[in-house]
């Protein structure tokens, strides 16, 4: 069989792994989500999943073409041609790794009982303000916090929104 024929399966099968071991099983895509009572980060938006998912499949894809398309044919398995095969699969599993943890780390979401630091709380008392609360959702509001209509909750760093991620 020609070797393109083999690019799906080399580049969907990281996505099927990934979404059968975190997704699929109920238990564990009931702890998923990012209400306060989430074991686990992760926004499941049907958006942000297609394209996390598409994401993966370029990077995973990128690994086929130039492994098995264009180094292997060039070197075969020659000391230079393994080094560049292993070269450039360490680069894109660690590109791999770091979609998957972005993807899977708080963006810095404020917990549901929440309190501010005493400096703070006693600086605000010096000139004579109350602690700022979310109006949406009534959790203490620390300073360049805003509320995010789409987790439903108050977060400190507003540059999670990535499609990508």
């Not at 095969?85 to 963006?107: C, D, E, K, Q, W």
Request: glycine share 8%.
């Amino acid at each position: 069989a020609p070797y393109w024929l083999y690019c799906p399966f080399y580049a969907c099968l990281p996505n099927v792994l990934w979404w059968i071991s975190r997704c699929i099983p109920p238990h564990k895509w009931k702890r998923t989500g990012t209400a306060y009572d989430s074991r686990h980060w992760l926004n499941k938006s049907f958006c942000g999943l297609c394209c996390a998912s598409t994401t993966q499949f370029f990077i995973y894809g990128a690994g086929y073409i130039v492994n098995f398309v264009i180094v292997y044919p060039w070197l075969g398995l020659s000391t230079g041609g393994i080094l560049l095969i292993v070269l450039h699969g360490g680069l894109l599993f660690m590109a791999s790794l770091s979609h998957y943890r972005a993807m899977t780390t708080n963006p810095g979401a404020i917990p549901q009982h929440a309190e501010p630091l005493p400096e703070f709380h006693t600086e605000l008392k010096r000139m004579g303000k109350s602690v700022p609360k979310c109006r949406r959702t009534g959790v203490f509001k620390p300073p360049r916090a805003h509320y995010d209509r789409q987790l439903r909750r108050c977060v400190v760093r507003m540059d999670h929104h990535c499609p990508w991620v």
